[in-house]
């Protein structure tokens, strides 16, 4: 007997399906994992590295120079910190609440977090296997994102998106 929910997910739309695939992909990873993470570490992890890189840093920066520090900016820094700080907790990543380059503090991945990054990323390729995304699923999935890219980049972009 097919599963019951199987008809339902017959008549959904598009972005249900994203929604589905997007949480099959994290239970998988996160029941997998060497490390205890929720949801939200997990993506806030892969920020962390994202980051790291030079580029992504001098826009952060800049960002940060040119926000207007109103009580709702500090209230989001601040619960960023408060969740980096978990990670930090678990030995993933150091914090820099000084730093030299112009922002309230700085994250940068410890040799366990590149580990678990590392690891993280075997089971995302572990769980495209198991659910039998192929190469043309692939293509389909990549045009997709393509096309999604702009929506998500222009409104962090509209948002001087800096933590």
């Given at each position: 007997?097919?599963?019951?929910?199987?008809?339902?997910?017959?008549?959904?739309?598009?972005?249900?399906?994203?929604?589905?695939?997007?949480?099959?992909?994290?239970?998988?990873?996160?029941?997998?994992?060497?490390?205890?993470?929720?949801?939200?570490?997990?993506?806030?992890?892969?920020?962390?590295?994202?980051?790291?890189?030079?580029?992504?840093?001098?826009?952060r920066i800049k960002q940060y120079e040119k926000a207007e520090k109103t009580d709702l900016f500090k209230l989001h820094e601040e619960l960023y910190l408060k969740s980096y700080k978990k990670l930090a907790k678990k030995g993933l990543i150091e914090i820099d609440e000084s730093p030299e380059n112009g922002l309230p503090y700085d994250c940068s991945l410890t040799e366990k977090g590149i580990e678990v990054l590392e690891e993280i990323a075997r089971l995302e390729s572990e769980w495209e296997e198991v659910v039998g995304v192929g190469d043309e699923d692939k293509e389909v999935l990549k045009k997709l994102a393509l096309n999604s890219f702009e929506i998500s980049y222009n409104h962090k972009k509209k948002l001087d998106f800096i933590f």
């Open positions: 007997m097919a599963h019951p929910h199987f008809k339902a997910i017959e008549n959904m739309e598009a972005s249900s399906f994203i929604s589905i695939i997007e949480e099959s992909k994290l239970t998988y990873v996160r029941d997998n994992l060497d490390i205890h993470l929720h949801e939200s570490q997990v993506k806030l992890l892969k920020r962390v590295k994202k980051h790291e890189k030079p580029h992504h840093k001098r826009i």
